[in-house]
């Protein structure tokens, strides 16, 4: 079965430093991995997604992500944070029936 | 446009009680879902459709049953309101079977407080 963990539920940065947030899967298979934002009172919104062609993948905002096979890893980095980007972030995994599994989430803080 | 729609955004309600979030998408797409996010922020995934027909269900208490009158539409009924049943419920969609091509697009929730 699939599983996704995120390693670190709070990471503060200052702002125009660099955002490295954490993202190790476990996968039987060949993975595909995702990286969604929630800003507050809202929905999950796509950041980036590995789909088993390249293995850095930017997304929107400025992030990108790395799929490393012999980690396990898919973190996701930036390299200066915006006051904006102060947001919950999930990695998440999709098994073999198209059910996407999430992590427990990363609360980003951006300080002044 | 609002790509996924669900209504209400709050809903505040005593034990018991029975309630409806409806959703709406205008994508296009075939799937259909509703995900529970608790106090702690985790997602876990409740109920998909496809075309109007259930392919998910979890280990989810049949005191919630999911409708999906059309291919654009999945409603959430509860019935008999738990106090641990409070938590965000997010409607999202995709494309039938193609999440590495078309990700999910969520809702942006319904706020459901049990007291």
């Known amino acids: 079965a699939q599983s996704v963990t995120q390693l670190g539920s709070h990471v503060s940065v200052s702002e125009g430093a660099l955002v490295l947030l954490r993202c190790n899967y476990s996968?039987?298979?060949?993975?595909?991995l995702f990286w969604y934002v929630q800003y507050p009172n809202q929905g999950l919104q796509l950041l980036l997604k590995?789909?088993?062609?390249?293995?850095l993948v930017k997304g929107i905002n400025g992030f990108e992500a790395e799929f490393k096979k012999s980690e396990t890893s898919f973190h996701l980095t930036k390299p200066s944070a915006h006051m904006s980007d102060a947001a919950e972030y999930f990695c998440?995994?999709?098994?073999?029936?198209?059910?996407?599994?999430f992590g427990t989430g990363t609360r980003l803080q951006v300080f002044p | 446009d609002t790509a996924v729609s669900q209504t209400p955004k709050y809903l505040v309600t005593q034990m018991g009680n029975d309630k409806s979030i409806k959703c709406e998408q205008n994508?296009?797409?075939?799937?259909m879902y509703w995900y529970k996010q608790d106090s702690k922020k985790f997602l876990k995934i409740m109920f998909s459709y496809n075309n109007k027909e259930l392919i998910i269900n979890e280990t989810v208490p049949n005191r919630f049953s999911p409708k999906s009158p059309d291919k654009a539409h999945l409603n959430l009924h509860i019935n008999s309101l738990e106090l641990g049943d409070s938590a965000v419920y997010f409607c999202?969609?995709?494309?039938?079977?193609?999440?590495?091509?078309?990700?999910?697009?969520f809702g942006n929730g319904t706020r459901l407080t049990v007291t």
């Open positions: 994508l296009g797409h075939d799937t």
């Open positions: 999202a969609s995709s494309q039938e079977g193609q999440l590495q091509y078309s990700p999910l697009h």
């Open positions: 590995y789909t088993s062609a390249a293995t």
């Open positions: 998440a995994v999709s098994d073999q029936n198209d059910k996407l599994i």
């Open positions: 996968s039987s298979v060949p993975p595909y």
